[in-house]
């Protein structure tokens, strides 16, 4: 059996180009697994989790709430 790989965290790599966007008004949206449930989560241009919903579109709506561009990584 495959152990469940928790997604929510970001590579190194991802961290890095996140940060050659220097845009503090960006958001990147990335699905994966949050407290063993796969969730979409809103993480600012430095990386950090800001916020986690199980609904795409509500991931969107949140980060444009806050005044934020959201961007979908993988």
Not at 21 to 44: C, P, Q, R, S, T
Request: proline letters at 3%; aromatic letters at 12%; charged letters at 30%.
């Amino acid at each position: 059996m495959t152990e469940k790989k928790d997604l929510s965290e970001l590579s190194p790599e991802c961290l890095q180009e996140m940060s050659l966007w220097n845009d503090e008004n960006v958001a990147f949206i990335k699905h994966g697994l949050y407290e063993g449930k796969y969730m979409w989560m809103i993480y600012g241009a430095d990386g950090e989790r800001i916020a986690a919903t199980d609904d795409r579109e509500f991931a969107f709506i949140v980060a444009k709430q806050n005044d934020l561009e959201p961007y979908s990584v993988h």
